[in-house]
């Protein structure tokens, strides 16, 4: 008779839930895809609107003003949105967000003029810095 009784490893499993972790991982390359859109194109949209009045060194300056504001927009909006995720849960949280981004972008490829295309690519980062 052994002094020592071998006991059975205990190994409690927790299942991971692949769907909504899926899900929320969708939503965070949602987020990135937003952010990042906007560089392949920005410069030549910037030059057609015709801000910088055909200064070409100009250009960069008014790109990197509508990108800087687009990470202002997320620092200064996730605390609201944390807070009414905890007030009224974080699904609805998700899909206003997530509706909202998608509708800013669209009006921000559709902006004419600067103030809208600041406007709008604030707003879509607003929309989705609770991801």
Known sequence: MPLVHAMAPRNPTTPLPQFQTGILM????????????????????IREIDITGGDD?????????????????????????????DRIGRKPVLLIGLIGACI???????????????IRFASAAGGIAML
Not at 60 to 82: H, R
Not at 105 to 117: A, K, P, Q, R, Y
Request: charge should be negative; avoid cysteine.
């Open 26 to 45: 969708m939503l965070e390359l949602a987020e990135t895809v937003a952010s990042m859109s906007i560089y392949p194109y920005i410069n030549q949209l």
């Open 104 to 118: 800013s972008m669209i009006f921000f490829g559709l902006s004419t003029t600067f103030w809208s295309l600041v």
């Open 57 to 85: 060194a100009a250009v960069g300056y008014y790109v990197g003003l509508i990108d800087s504001l687009f990470y202002l927009a997320q620092a200064l909006t996730v605390l609201s949105w944390s807070r009414l995720s």
